[in-house]
């Protein structure tokens, strides 16, 4: 249950950097700011606990530290294009410390192992925060997961726990925690959608706005038409500069056969290129 905190983490992430292309003021950058640190937090609290901590694990952390601090001066500079890549760097580095620290040993082992009241409850009380913090990601993002049957699980666990049942209770975490796993999948999902949905909504934006610009362009005006860079033209068979009209045209063909991002290629060239 532990394990699953951070890859909440990374999912609160995914949504907040699946917003509109534009860069956002600075309260987002403040937001991966937090995220990066309570990560990082922790890990380090969950380190903490580990006798002989493997130098693998050790290594990892310190490289997402690294990348947090990195994540810091560039907000500091209201960087958001280096933020935002120092702060995936450091949650990546942070999600392989974690794997790494699961792979010590299983939270079933260390459940039967225990057989410990306070640890349960312990594990009781986080599985509800991240319950929570779910429910709270599906409700902001109109997303129809139900709880239902977590919130049974937990409220038996708890009843064998005050009853001293304490063998039963590993068998309901377990599955409650599966519930979780299931919505976070769920709802990840439903946020790299929700991404390739802003993606190709831009792009399709893009072509109307080509398809304008080629409708008012006269023929001896052709030469002031967006030049399609180098990469662009390698990447998306483009063999020389075209119009706005022709170049809206095989941005077109493009979503169609959905390589939005090869689209997304041809508007970047564009932009570096206006002229």
Same mark, same amino acid.
């Given at each position: 249950? $532990?394990?699953?905190?951070? +890859?909440?983490? =990374?999912?609160?992430?995914?949504?907040?950097? /699946? =917003?509109?292309?534009? *860069?956002?003021?600075?309260?987002?950058?403040?937001?991966?700011?937090?995220?990066?640190?309570?990560?990082? @937090?922790?890990?380090?609290?969950?380190?903490?606990?580990? /006798?002989?901590?493997?130098? @693998?694990?050790?290594?990892?952390?310190?490289?997402?530290?690294?990348?947090?601090?990195?994540?810091?001066?560039?907000?500091?500079? &209201?960087?958001?294009?280096?933020?935002?890549?120092?702060?995936? *760097?450091?949650?990546?580095?942070?999600?392989?410390?974690?794997?790494?620290? /699961?792979?010590?040993?299983?939270?079933?082992?260390? +459940?039967? %192992?225990?057989?410990?009241?306070? /640890?349960?409850?312990? @594990?009781?009380?986080?599985?509800?925060?991240?319950?929570?913090?779910?429910?709270?990601?599906?409700? !902001?993002?109109?997303?129809?997961?139900?709880?239902?049957?977590?919130?049974?699980?937990?409220?038996?666990?708890?009843?064998?726990?005050? *009853?001293?049942?304490?063998? %039963?209770?590993?068998?309901?975490?377990?599955?409650?925690?599966?519930?979780?796993?299931?919505?976070?999948?769920?709802?990840?999902?439903?946020?790299?959608?929700?991404?390739?949905?802003?993606?190709?909504?831009?792009?399709?934006?893009?072509?109307?706005?080509?398809?304008?610009?080629?409708?008012?362009?006269?023929? &001896?005006?052709?030469?002031?038409?967006?030049?399609?860079?180098?990469?662009?033209?390698?990447?998306?068979?483009? !063999?020389?500069?075209?119009?706005? $009209?022709?170049?809206?045209?095989?941005?077109?063909?493009?979503?169609? @056969?959905?390589?939005?991002?090869?689209?997304?290629?041809?508007?970047?060239?564009?932009?570096?290129?206006? $002229?």
């Amino acid at each position: 249950m $532990k394990t699953l905190a951070v +890859i909440l983490l =990374g999912l609160v992430a995914t949504l907040i950097l /699946n =917003g509109p292309i534009q *860069s956002y003021a600075d309260p987002q950058l403040d937001s991966l700011l937090r995220i990066a640190i309570q990560a990082r @937090e922790n890990l380090k609290m969950n380190i903490s606990k580990i /006798n002989n901590v493997p130098d @693998e694990i050790t290594h990892l952390f310190k490289q997402g530290s690294d990348e947090t601090d990195a994540l810091t001066n560039a907000i500091n500079k &209201n960087d958001f294009a280096s933020a935002r890549q120092h702060f995936l *760097s450091a949650m990546n580095f942070f999600k392989a410390t974690n794997d790494k620290i /699961n792979s010590l040993g299983s939270i079933q082992a260390n +459940i039967q %192992k225990t057989q410990d009241v306070s /640890n349960l409850q312990g @594990e009781i009380t986080r599985m509800r925060n991240q319950a929570q913090m779910l429910q709270t990601i599906a409700i !902001t993002n109109h997303a129809n997961f139900d709880f239902t049957q977590f919130d049974q699980l937990i409220q038996k666990a708890k009843q064998d726990l005050d *009853s001293g049942n304490i063998s %039963k209770v590993p068998k309901s975490i377990d599955a409650a925690n599966q519930i979780l796993v299931d919505a976070h999948q769920y709802l990840t999902e439903l946020a790299k959608q929700k991404s390739s949905d802003r993606a190709k909504d831009f792009t399709e934006k893009q072509i109307q706005r080509l398809d304008k610009i080629g409708d008012t362009n006269t023929p &001896n005006q052709t030469t002031q038409s967006p030049k399609i860079s180098s990469t662009a033209k390698t990447n998306s068979n483009f !063999t020389s500069p075209e119009n706005p $009209k022709d170049i809206a045209t095989k941005m077109k063909k493009l979503v169609s @056969e959905g390589k939005v991002n090869e689209a997304l290629k041809i508007i970047k060239s564009i932009k570096e290129h206006p $002229k």
